[in-house]
């Protein structure tokens, strides 16, 4: 079936540093990929999507680009911020799933230090 | 309304006792999804709706996990007989249509369940 991994955390880093959380996937069909974020004592919002091969989503300053070939997305920040710290969940939804229901990653938790 | 809302935001049980979980859609949302948060598991689908159908229940733990949804809106979960492995925070999604994989799922704040 299909599956999300990405990168176990926590990832602790400086202010300004580069961001990168690792995510990959397995699907039957063609999947569109999101990141998903979970800011401390708040719900799921979306952070940014993609929904074909090639693709490029960005918002805030992340970006993350679909990779068919590798079948991989990664989220990549250049410079983070202490206000980036928060729990990132990668997740497809596959036209092979009835509805569209998303498969979530683990999370990866990113603190950031000032 | 403006967003996803759930009730309660909290609730404490006990185990054995049945509980019902609240979710408001997004006004107009024809989609709407319940997953499950756990430290043990991550993130979990548990049921979709389309209207007030559900075509994809494959995410329901046991039968001891049922849901409805009801005018095309307002969906309760529902747990009977309360585990302790059901604690978890329980999360509401709505989408425009549901159809298209590439809608945005936007999520309510959850409702944090602890069975004692």
């Known amino acids: 079936g299909d599956s999300v991994t990405q990168m176990e955390g926590p990832v602790t880093l400086s202010e300004e540093a580069f961001l990168t959380i690792n995510c990959t996937y397995t699907?039957?069909?063609?999947?569109?990929l999101f990141w998903y974020v979970q800011y401390p004592g708040e719900g799921l919002q979306l952070l940014l999507k993609?929904?074909?091969?090639?693709d490029k989503g960005s918002n805030k300053g992340f970006e993350a680009t679909y990779r068919k070939e590798t079948t991989s997305f990664h989220l990549e920040k250049g410079s983070v911020q202490v206000s980036d710290s928060a729990v990132y969940f990668c997740a497809l939804s596959d036209l092979g799933n009835q509805g569209g229901k998303l498969i979530f990653g683990q999370g990866t938790e990113l603190s950031v230090k000032p | 309304g403006a967003g996803v809302s759930q009730s309660p935001s909290n609730k404490v049980t006990e185990k054995g006792k049945d509980v019902e979980l609240r979710c408001d859609p997004i006004s107009g949302h024809t989609a709407l999804y319940w997953y499950r948060q756990s430290l043990g598991q991550g993130l979990e689908f548990l049921i979709y709706f389309q209207g007030n159908s559900a075509p994809d229940k494959s995410g329901l733990p046991s039968d001891r996990f049922s849901a409805e949804r009801t005018g095309g809106s307002v969906s309760t979960l529902t747990i009977q007989r309360t585990q302790q492995e059901d604690s978890a925070v329980y999360l509401c999604?709505?989408?425009?249509?549901?159809?298209?994989?590439?809608?945005?799922?936007?999520f309510g704040p959850g409702t944090r369940l602890l069975v004692l």
């Open positions: 993609a929904t074909k091969a090639d």
């Open positions: 999604a709505s989408s425009l249509e549901g159809f298209a994989v590439q809608e945005t799922q936007y």
């Open positions: 699907a039957t069909g063609y999947p569109s």
